[in-house]
T-cell receptor
Framework: AQSVTQLDSQVPVFEEAPVELRCNYS??????LFWYVQYPNQGLQLLLK??????LVKGINGFEAEFNKSQTSFHLRKPSVHISDTAEYFC????????????FGTGTRLKVLA | DAGVTQSPTHLIKTRGQQVTLRCSPK?????VSWYQQALGQGPQFIFQ???????QRGNFPDRFSGHQFPNYSSELNVNALLLGDSALYLC?????????????FGEGSWLTVV
């Protein structure tokens, strides 16, 4: 079985400051890792994903994430946030074999302050 | 290129009633999954359809059932509604069932059970 933990339910940060949203996972099998963003009253949009290769993954809107297998983490970072980044961010994992089933964390609400 | 479309966007039902939610996958996609997102929570996997068959199922009771049509569109049916079924229901589509395939989400159907 897999589980995803997003320790921070809310993260306030000032505009143009850097931000890191933390994600830790637990799994007995190999997994792929994903970050999704959900703007108010909308569905989820893929920010980035790690399947294999370089552990530093770059995504859309200037976000990046680093896969750390030893620490079972996949933290999301952005060097300078904008007001428009205010949203809910979800980390998810999916087993690498068989049909996929995404397991999501409970989300982190990023609030960018002016 | 139309993305994943869902209908209705909002609906209110009474306990004990039945509801049907509809989903049209992104153009070219043949696999549909359904997720339930309760308020303040991450999405939880309900089931996945491919080639008109349920391929995988999450921990949801038999009151939750689905169907996939030859044109790849899908329906989610929930019988004997409970107050706890109130949530955002998200449809996601992809090309194929392979792990790691990017899934695209619709904007969801908000279900309120009173």
């Amino acid at each position: 079985a897999q589980s995803v933990t997003q320790l921070d339910s809310q993260v306030p940060v000032f505009e143009e400051a850097p931000v890191e949203l933390r994600c830790n996972y637990s799994s007995s099998v190999s997994v792929y890792l994903f970050w999704y963003v959900q703007y108010p009253n909308q569905g989820l949009q893929l920010l980035l994903k790690y399947l294999s290769g370089s552990t530093l993954v770059k995504g859309i809107n200037g976000f990046e994430a680093e896969f750390n297998k030893s620490q079972t983490s996949f933290h999301l970072r952005k060097p300078s946030v904008h007001i428009s980044d205010t949203a809910e961010y979800f980390c998810a994992v999916s087993p690498t074999s068989g049909t996929y089933k995404y397991i999501f964390g409970t989300g982190t609400r990023l609030k960018v302050l002016a | 290129d139309a993305g994943v479309t869902q209908s209705p966007t909002h609906l209110i039902k009474t306990r004990g009633q039945q509801v049907t939610l509809r989903c049209s996958p992104k153009s070219g996609h043949d696999t549909v999954s359904w997720y339930q997102q309760a308020l303040g929570q991450g999405p939880q996997f309900i089931f996945q359809y491919y080639e008109e068959e349920e391929r995988q199922r999450g921990n949801f009771p038999d009151r939750f059932s689905g169907h996939q049509f030859p044109n790849y569109s899908s329906e989610l049916n929930v019988n004997a509604l409970l107050l706890g079924d109130s949530a955002l229901y998200l449809c996601a589509s992809s090309l194929g069932v392979g792990a790691g395939n990017t899934i695209y989400f619709g904007e969801g159907s908000w279900l309120t059970v009173v």
